[in-house]
């Protein structure tokens, strides 16, 4: 005979005085209990009882088992994936400790990744075998023809992808002129399901880059954004395209890279809470006037709200109005700075240039001005122009005055030293400015701009050359 219910530890069973203890039970005072989860049996011809596990043990992913998952992080060589569901006869969901799987770059495709988002991105869906179970899953994408991308969206527009035909590139957005290049499965677009006998190879396994992908793989880190820039699915709304003027970002055209800048009177937004999202930030600034792009910046790895943004109106106008209308008016907890992004065309005059030699003048008396200052120095030479530092309405007791260059020696050797109302001045030539790209003029590299390390590695991944 035996029970129908399950039994759990420590659950009292029968009388010690008519029954014995077997496997699953003990004694304990007069009665027997179990010591284990699972089904009585009594045997009558012995008088035991005994517990008999019949109930499955926790789900686990297996080595061997096909898994679904999702996109969840992504560096430089390793991928994380989020398992979805464990595909099988036994289709389970996974339990706690086998929600994640990591997946090496050299396990996604049969073709050289120079890096993992080079693959994936963020949010694909993708089938993949388990390899290793401990002591964390290890998933492999190149485990069968089924293996490899299964469903995946645009990260500009959030529209679902498409497979294109291609030298490099596997997949393309029919809403925005996105072309890129997916880890895929044979049964890419087919939802869940197997593909059929004779499922082209979108891969192309063991193809080499064309000149198009190189030549993007070149540009580096700062083409690989993980993030989602729009999905036009989050309220329903059509996607509106913008007209853009200039050729942003690198790669070929591809569009994966850099936004490119759009025409308007483009508005800095500064002070921004951490709550602020995209959407808000059009909110608030949608009723001065049109509103053609508008971004609240974020951190590249952790997606974090910045503090700032941008917004561009179609018409000048509209961008007065909005920052004479929330210029240090408070927004969702916090006091905004609203300006001009000084992005306008022509809004910059340009420098005047002056011929001549260009002379430091240190030691200035803190009244003196400009037009004490080249009175002094016309005595000596041919002054073009005079122009003394001054931090608000005070002297910093320094300038510079440009005079004609056959004059220049002479002037310095005649004021160099010299004293004017109670102080010496320091008259020297002065160093070359910066040029127009921020790198200083030095004549000991040859009239070469003297670059920071940060932009010499940024012109390397770019591939130039001083």
Request: charged share 30%; aromatic share 6%; hydrophobic share 30%.
């Amino acid at each position: 005979m035996s029970s129908t219910s399950i039994i759990t530890p420590g659950e009292n069973i029968a009388s010690a005085e008519d029954w014995k203890a077997g496997e699953g039970t003990m004694v304990q005072g007069e009665h027997v209990i179990s010591t284990m989860t699972g089904i009585v049996n009594f045997n009558q011809d012995e008088q035991t009882i005994s517990i008999a596990s019949d109930c499955k043990g926790v789900p686990e992913v297996k080595v061997g088992d096909t898994v679904i998952a999702e996109i969840a992080k992504i560096r430089e060589s390793m991928l994380e994936a989020r398992i979805l569901h464990v595909e099988g006869d036994d289709g389970r969901e996974p339990m706690p400790q086998h929600l994640y799987g990591q997946i090496h770059v050299t396990k996604m495709v049969d073709r050289y990744l120079h890096d993992a988002s080079d693959g994936v991105r963020r949010r694909d869906i993708i089938r993949a075998t388990v390899t290793d179970n401990k002591p964390v899953i290890r998933l492999d994408m190149r485990g069968g023809d089924d293996c490899g991308v299964l469903q995946a969206i645009c990260p500009q527009c959030g529209n679902q992808l498409i497979t294109a035909e291609h030298e490099d590139w596997n997949v393309a957005c029919s809403y925005c002129n996105y072309l890129s290049f997916r880890a895929l499965s044979r049964s890419f677009g087919l939802g869940y399901n197997s593909s059929s006998d004779g499922a082209p190879d979108y891969n192309k396994s063991g193809k080499r880059w064309g000149k198009e992908a190189e030549q993007y793989f070149a540009i580096g880190p700062a083409a690989r954004s993980n993030l989602i820039a729009t999905d036009f699915r989050n309220d329903g709304r059509e996607v509106e395209h913008f007209r853009f003027e200039g050729t942003g970002g690198g790669g070929g055209g591809r569009g994966g890279g850099r936004r490119e800048r759009p025409t308007g009177r483009k508005i800095f937004v500064g002070g921004l809470s951490r709550e602020v999202s995209d959407d808000d930030l059009l909110e608030a600034f949608k009723k001065f006037g049109k509103v053609v792009d508008h971004v609240v910046m974020k951190d590249r790895e952790t997606g974090n709200n910045r503090g700032f943004g941008f917004v561009t109106f179609a018409k000048d106008e509209d961008g007065d109005k909005a920052i004479s209308g929330l210029n240090k008016q408070d927004f969702m907890g916090r006091r905004l700075t609203v300006n001009d992004a000084g992005d306008k065309k022509g809004d910059k005059k340009p420098q005047r240039k002056v011929e001549g030699t260009r002379l430091y003048v240190g030691g200035l008396p803190w009244k003196v001005n400009n037009e004490e200052l080249t009175k002094v120095f016309s005595e000596h030479g041919k002054v073009n122009d005079c122009h003394i530092v001054m931090d608000g309405d005070r002297s910093k007791g320094f300038g510079f005055v440009t005079v004609s260059d056959e004059s220049a020696d002479k002037v310095i050797e005649a004021l160099d030293g010299q004293e004017i109302q109670g102080r010496r001045l320091k008259v020297a030539k002065a160093k070359a400015r910066s040029d127009s790209r921020g790198g200083r003029k030095d004549n000991r590299n040859g009239g070469k701009p003297q670059r920071t390390s940060r932009e010499m590695q940024a012109r390397k991944e770019e591939g130039l050359k001083d």
